[in-house]
């Protein structure tokens, strides 16, 4: 991914994403991963095979136990404590939490009581010899009280049997359409893959189970540790959208999950999900909904995401949350911060490789009610090692995201690590509208006395919130004028015109030449013999039916009574159309114009039964749109194909 350096050109970079609704925030997790120094170990323990053992809880409430086999195996841990005198239990005063040397959550477990006399945690973990595990216990309410500590190795065999499950979940829509385009969901390799694809409203479900259970015993281990055992992945192509599942309750939900294996009563496994694929993902949500909270890793590997949360923002979401790992590699992230949440967040470490971060955050005096809220939040460290943040914020706010590294409150400065030769901030506390990028909904009328007014459209800003558009002179045929001024902290004019043309006269013939058959329009290029023997010729210049999506071109048609042959497709013809999806070219057709398709996004087909056939520059040349798909007489495929590439066609496939 290319990094621009020039913070003019980030600035038009980041306005395509500036209006863009969004809120993101980090949960504070019943149990953190981390003692308060990070990675706190208490003792080390080489022979996890026959240990005994224990600690007397204290006010810091976590233990943890480095753990490094020198056997590979499953392994039971054990620990119990009488969790209160008076004789009642507390199953959260104690919970196991597993994770390894990656810091990838293995598992957390909670207690289990036994009449009222303890309380007891127990987890069969698979390790692999020479690695190291933490083996941590979250201790609540039993301060002073002596914690017991028990490893031994089982006899239990390790062979994961992997099921991997994709669903949607409509709980919250009933039954309504929530899938339009195209999407495959590849099981054996626990891929999904979105191709143009908009979900929604609904949520998404992945799960990874582990059927393999020796004798009736689950037991917990690190995806990294069976090379056969995968992380869920989502392939984007193309522009895909979520929408979310309208939740106007005050309890949130999460539009993407996988199902979690803290559990002994199901085989979930803890498994990571990663975004790749080089596409766009478009969030569009409108109450109290989280994109992606998992226990695993979270990767974002080359996509753009687009976020537009307009009416939660007021609500403070996050968009990713996981408990381990979250990596952003070689990715574009479109977004808004909002009010005391951050973008992201880990339980564990954060880590930025090579991507550009496009924030439209806070300004005003609102946010200074708020808990302060930075782009990034882990318990453990956030790494910005290359890459770019550009956001647009009022001033007072950017001095305090600088100040705390780009990170909300609370998260400490010494797990913050900045490769400031690499990773290159860049704040504005106002932006010139001048600058932007627009589109005008029409650019030509025909004068009807009424006022014309097209709509003005700049991406990510909102008409009456960001900017404002006035008109003169739009009425009367002419040149009319607009003028868009920005609001608030978008400053600047955008000046243009468009024109207001005399409605043409109908039905005035006035080339003899031109005939049409009520689709096509033709020139007469050879006038056909008054006895109807010889056929004319003629050449095909446009569309009489405006509205057409499959052309048919004959090779002979009647018109005005007589036969032509149709022996050619004039340049330009059909050139900038927005709905012909497929054509059919006569055997008599032997040229096509230069342009004569040029720009046809949504032309699919072209069906050819010419032999002989000249191909004109750009004839079918298209920005954006799918695959071109020309069929032409089996005998003539490779020729055609040569014919079709030498006139600089793209994206086509000739069958």
Known sequence: MEIRRNWKILVGIFICAIGIMFNGSVNAHAISLYTENRFEVMDEIDNPGNFNGGYYAGKERYFTYKVTPKETGIYKIYSETDPEKEGYYNQNSLRIYVFNESKQVITTLDGIGIDGEKVYVEANIYMVKGKSYYIGFGTYDIEGKFVEVTMSKTDLVAQPKMKYHFYFDTSFTGDTEYVKGNYYWDNENATLTLDNCEMGPCRIGFSASNLDRPNGEKYFFAVEDFPTVKNIKVILKGENKFISPLNESDEYTTMLFVRGGNSLDNNYVNVGIEFTGGGTLNI????????????????????????????????????????????????????????????????????????????????????????????????????????????????EYLELLEKNKYCSLGMKKEGVEINKDKFTYVSVNNVDISKLKYTLENTTYIYDGKAKTPKVTIPGLVEGKHFEVKYSDNVNVGKAKFTVTGIGMFTGKIEGTFDIKEKPVENKKTDESVLTDGKLIYKKLADASADGKTAGKVQVVGLQKKNLKKITIKAVVTLDGKKYNVTSIAANAFKGNKKITKVTIGKNVTTIGKKAFFGCKKLKTVKINSKKLKVGKKAFYRKGGKKLTIRVPKKLKKKYKKAFKKAKTNKFIVK
């Open 284 to 395: 569009d949500q409108d109450y109290i909904v989280d994109l992606a909270e998992i226990v695993g890793d979270i990767v974002l590997n080359d996509i753009t995401l687009n976020i537009n949360w307009e009416k939660s923002a007021l609500l403070g979401r996050k968009v990713f949350d996981t408990d381990s790992n979250l990596k952003i590699i070689n990715s574009t992230i479109n977004a808004k911060l909002h009010f005391g949440r951050a973008l992201f967040g880990a339980t564990a470490d954060i880590i930025v490789d090579d991507s550009q971060f496009c924030i439209n955050a806070v300004w005003g005096d609102e946010w200074k009610d708020k808990q302060f809220a930075g782009i990034f939040y882990a318990n453990d460290e956030v790494l910005l090692n290359s890459g770019e943040l550009l956001i647009a914020a009022d001033p």
